[in-house]
């Protein structure tokens, strides 16, 4: 460990790239008044409970004694967090049901965002009784508003793209058509009127709708050249939305498939690559792409974002290639070992998970710190 705790706390307004070894609760008590309401993501792993031993962890602990233990991190993680920041954590079926219970308990229930849904795996279990192929991410916030202002879109695919054309040659750029009338429930009179085309067609609105605009404004608007009439000028008219003034990009789902997250076998493979383990590597790694996602949804450059139950060092790993601070906090002492042989790696550029994607060539420096 090359920095003491004390300057690096001392030193907490700078950037923050911490990887601590020490328990996580211990911690986080003393991060309380540095970082409170200043983290804006946290991703957590936690052990799911389902009663197996591995090499660097042991997931086994009565019901009592493991959900006792999520819920006072989950209480000190809640302060930590500021007021548009997000909590995403991991799990699987064994304990899934009791730890929202306890989430909704500790957030409120309506600060519930998601559960989302994530293939970790696309090749089938044929052992069981099902193939069990999902694990869950549970998702919340201290103000849900907040967060979906903040919330990032994912970026739009070559389909949406298309959708933009330019068939007038506006000299703005691609459009799309959008309607102009909306419903009339809570229309005011000067929104009911007859909109004259260009080749002289009149149109009304449809049947319980009113336009948009009022009459003044839609005569402003076609002015502009702001309203489409069609190729030939007798088409119902449609507001013009230009690319270059769209916020384009899809709303994130509730259903992660492999190719959109990636999957526990991908996750083993860049653990492989990065050629650091003596002989086994993780169990139940995360992949790179899987916090790549949630990093782009729920942050901004230079965020800081918070994992307590750090592992094979993902979270950290992949907040570094996408310059966001971090902080990652784990109680043993081999796993951070080969965390700080990963991050090492990281800031020499290495070119495994997500690197290609978002062409990582290196840098960066972080700090090791023993609590």
């Not at 139940?284 to 800081?304: G, H, M, R, V």
């Not at 139950?309 to 043993?332: E, P």
Request: charged letters at 25%; proline letters at 5%.
């Amino acid at each position: 460990m090359n920095i003491k705790k004390e300057k690096w706390l001392s030193d907490y307004i700078n950037t923050p790239h911490g990887i601590i070894l020490g328990d996580n609760i211990s911690v986080l008590k003393d991060l309380h008044p540095y970082y409170d309401g200043r983290i804006d993501l946290v991703y957590i792993d936690p052990p799911y409970n389902r009663g197996d031993h591995y090499k660097y962890y042991s997931d086994f602990k009565g019901h009592d004694a493991w959900i006792q233990q999520l819920r006072q991190v989950i209480r000190e993680l809640k302060e930590l967090l500021s007021d548009d920041g997000s909590i995403w954590i991991s799990i699987d079926d064994s304990e899934m049901a009791y730890l929202k219970i306890a989430c909704d308990e500790i957030f409120g229930r309506k600060n519930c965002i998601a559960t989302i849904v994530w293939q970790k795996r696309n090749t089938k279990e044929n052992r069981k009784t099902f193939s069990n192929n999902h694990e869950y991410i549970l998702v919340y916030s201290k103000n849900p508003d907040a967060f979906k202002k903040k919330r990032h879109l994912l970026p739009a695919t070559e389909e949406i793209r298309k959708r933009y054309k330019n068939p007038d040659n506006d000299p703005r750029g691609p459009w799309q058509s959008i309607s102009l009338n909306v419903q009339a429930g809570h229309a005011v009179k000067s929104q009911f009127y007859t909109i004259t085309s260009p080749s002289g067609i009149e149109f009304d609105p449809p049947q319980g709708r009113c336009w948009a605009y009022n009459a003044e404004r839609m005569k402003e608007e076609i002015e502009k050249n702001n309203i489409w009439f069609g190729v030939d000028g007798t088409s119902v008219p449609r507001r013009k939305k230009f690319l270059s003034d769209s916020n384009v990009g899809i709303v994130p789902e509730t259903l992660w498939l492999s190719g959109f997250a990636g999957t526990t076998k991908n996750a083993k493979d860049e653990l492989i690559k990065l050629n650091i383990f003596d002989q086994d590597i993780f169990d139940t790694p995360k992949p790179e792409k899987l916090l790549c996602q949630i990093i782009s949804i729920a942050t901004n450059e230079s965020d800081i974002v918070l994992d307590c139950f750090l592992g094979s060092g993902t979270t950290a790993a992949v907040a570094h290639k996408m310059n966001r601070n971090y902080i990652g906090i784990d109680i043993s002492p081999q796993t951070i070992h080969y965390v700080e042989k990963r991050m090492l790696k990281v800031a020499e550029g290495e070119s495994g998970g997500i690197s290609d994607e978002i062409k990582w060539k290196g840098g960066g420096t972080f700090e090791m710190l023993k609590w």
